[in-house]
């Protein structure tokens, strides 16, 4: 675990994975389909994990495709905005589009629709993952969806090779959104493949129950993956917080309680909260709590990029707050 936590400590991460444009229904509250205003912003998983390491102090720098396109520019420009290194990123012409996401800043029988069709990040070649200089970063992330599809799916393996080549830790947030995939078998063996070649796994309940085949087996798969020496897991499960399983421990946290107008983003923040903390030096259980605080901070707002904490908003939060639920 040592040689992985001194690797985040370089606060350098190569990420893989997708970027989008996210549209949001405002004023808050407003239903989509009663909303006459949309704000657009960054989006995509990936993409958010980047922005909110770089709001957080850390260099981030994102692997991917966008399309040739308006849309594909547009993320490029809310990338570079929020200071996220767009060098690795290829514009693809055609057919292919950058995935879109609209959604509303409500709880209430909330809606996201999500437009994938065509969508560019599959198109990750092995050309495309070979670009970067590996020994230059701390560590690597990737999201589930790259794995959906190929050549994504060939060229993200791929860059866990090269990244193992020059001792470069892989850090993996399952991501399983099922519209992504042919079917559930497929997504099965493909993200446990993924998670037995990483050195960091976060997920939550959900995701864990399927990589064993049984939503009743989650922590049990879990637990499986974290005997794996060095190896960090993080099983989260909502509102119930989270355990961390590593070095034959379980680190149980809890969260910080919200005034929630949406579910999306909170995994997203929490990955650059936890990354954040451990590169700043704090140990395991309170980079945790910031990870939760940092998703608290993402939920209580509308969109997903833009309600990334700054250091500066994170430390104000948890100055303010009461403190998380008990473990």
């Known amino acids: 675990m040592n040689a992985l936590i001194d690797a985040i400590r370089k606060n350098s991460f190569l990420v893989f994975g997708r970027a989008g444009m996210d549209m949001f229904a405002t004023p808050e509250g407003t239903k989509s389909e009663h909303a006459e205003n ?19 102090g850390a260099e981030s720098a994102l692997v991917t495709s966008v399309s040739d396109d308006a849309v594909g520019r547009f993320c490029l420009n809310r990338l570079r905005h929020y200071g996220v290194d767009t060098r690795y990123i290829r514009s693809i012409g055609g057919e292919y589009r950058t995935s879109l996401a609209v959604y509303e800043s409500c709880i209430e029988d909330f809606q996201n629709v999500i437009y994938r069709n065509n969508a560019v990040d599959f198109q990750v070649t092995n050309e495309d993952v070979d670009q970067p200089d590996y020994a230059a970063f701390g560590a690597l992330i990737t999201a589930g969806t790259v794995f959906a599809a190929q050549p994504s799916r060939g060229s993200t393996f791929r860059a866990f090779e090269n990244a193992r080549k020059v ?32 050195d960091l796994i976060v ?6 129950g399927f990589m064993a085949g049984d939503m009743d087996k989650g922590l049990e798969k879990a637990r499986e993956l974290a005997r794996r020496p060095g190896r960090i897991v993080i099983y989260k499960m909502g ?18 309680p919200v005034t929630a107008v949406k579910p999306n983003g909170a995994g997203d923040s929490f990955m650059a909260g936890l990354l954040a903390g451990l590169a700043e030096g704090r140990d395991l259980r309170e980079a945790v709590l910031r990870g939760s605080a940092c998703a608290s901070i993402v939920v209580s707002q509308p969109g997903c990029a833009p309600a990334m904490p700054t250091t500066a908003e994170l430390e104000n939060f948890l100055a303010t707050h009461p403190g998380p639920t008990a473990a």
């Open 38 to 56: 949309f704000r657009a912003d960054l989006g995509g998983s990936s993409a958010n994990i980047c922005a909110g390491l770089c709001k957080l």
């Open 167 to 198: 001792g470069m830790p892989v850090i993996f947030d399952i991501d399983y959104r099922p519209y992504s995939w042919v079917s559930a078998q497929d997504a099965a063996e493909v993200l446990s493949r993924a998670g037995d070649e990483s």
């Open 203 to 208: 997920g939550n309940d959900e995701e864990f």
């Open 239 to 256: 509102q119930h917080g989270a355990i961390t399983l590593a070095d034959g421990q379980e680190i149980r946290t809890g969260i910080y």
